[in-house]
C-alpha cells in the first residue's frame, strides 16, 4: 500500500504523497516518535521555509529517534531492541530521501522552491 502512495500509477509513478503516508504509518506504529518528527520538520519548514528540507530531516531524524526511544511496544518490533523496527525506518527513510533526490539537489544549489508564510 506505501508504495502506491508513494509512486502512484495515475501519475506516472511520480508525485506521490509519500512522506504524508509515511507519517501517517509512523504515527500508528509509535506516535512518540512520530510527534517528534513532526514537529521537527514543522519547525524546520516555518524557518527555512522549504518542505522538502523538513520532510528529508524528519526522514533522517526517524531511524536515529529509533536507536534513543524504546519501542518494544511497536508493531513492527521484534522484541530485540527493536532491530526490525529500526531497519524498517533505515528503509523509509532512503525512500523519502530518493524520492526528493532532485529536491535535495536544488537544495544544495541554493534554487529550491520556498514558501511564503504571508497572506
Known amino acids: 500500500m506505501y508504495f502506491g502512495h508513494t509512486f502512484p500509477i495515475f501519475f506516472g509513478f511520480k508525485g506521490g504523497k509519500g512522506v504524508a503516508t509515511s507519517l501517517g504509518i509512523l504515527l500508528m506504529s509509535n506516535w512518540q516518535i512520530g510527534l517528534i ?26 531511524p536515529v529517534l529509533t536507536l534513543f526511544i524504546n519501542d518494544n511496544y511497536t508493531v513492527l518490533s521484534d522484541g530485540k531492541n527493536g532491530n526490525v523496527y529500526f531497519i524498517y525506518s533505515v528503509i523509509l527513510a532512503i525512500i523519502v530521501l530518493y524520492n526528493h533526490r532532485s529536491n535535495i539537489k536544488r537544495i544544495m544549489n541554493g534554487t529550491e522552491n520556498r514558501i511564503s508564510l504571508k497572506k
Open 37 to 62: 518528527c513532526l514537529v521537527f520538520a514543522l519547525a524546520l519548514m516555518i524557518l527555512t521555509r522549504m518542505v522538502s528540507l523538513g520532510s528529508c530531516a524528519a526522514a533522517v531524524l526517524f
